[in-house]
């Protein structure tokens, strides 16, 4: 089974490990909505295919649900995400919907540069998953 999982930057740097394609990996994964995701991209839209968004990888739960438990995979792609902001008259900054951009990268550490004035906020990871059944 193949997921596609969302790695904030700030979760790599703080408590995570790098990660690159091949890399075998174990994280807790939760359930997510691709909603803020197709609208950071601006994806879904007419003529635009929605990206699937199966669960975010998360090393601060604060859930009421408690933790899942630990999903061991391969991953098999990554992409940088970058996107522009926009702050107010009191310094809050945040994302503009439809500034996102996604590229291929080979290595993940939280770290990324920024690009072409975009902040570098994440990375969206395939993840293969072997079969439980079996």
Known sequence: MELSV??????LRCCGEPFAVGSEVAWRLY??????LNELLGTGG????????DAVEDHHPQREEGEPPV???TVVAVEAVHCQHACDEGGTCVP???SGTRSAVATANGWTPDL???KFVG????????????
């Not at 359930?31 to 803020?36: E, F, R």
């Not at 007419?46 to 968004?53: M, Q, V, W």
């Open 71 to 73: 999903t061991r995979g």
């Open 6 to 11: 969302w790695t904030a930057f700030w979760q």
């Open 46 to 53: 007419a003529g635009s295919a929605p990206i699937r968004l």
């Open 123 to 134: 990375y969206l990871v395939r993840l293969v998953v072997p079969d439980q059944d079996g």
């Open 116 to 118: 072409d004035g975009r």
């Open 96 to 98: 503009v919907p439809g």
């Open 31 to 36: 359930d997510t909505d691709s909603a803020w």
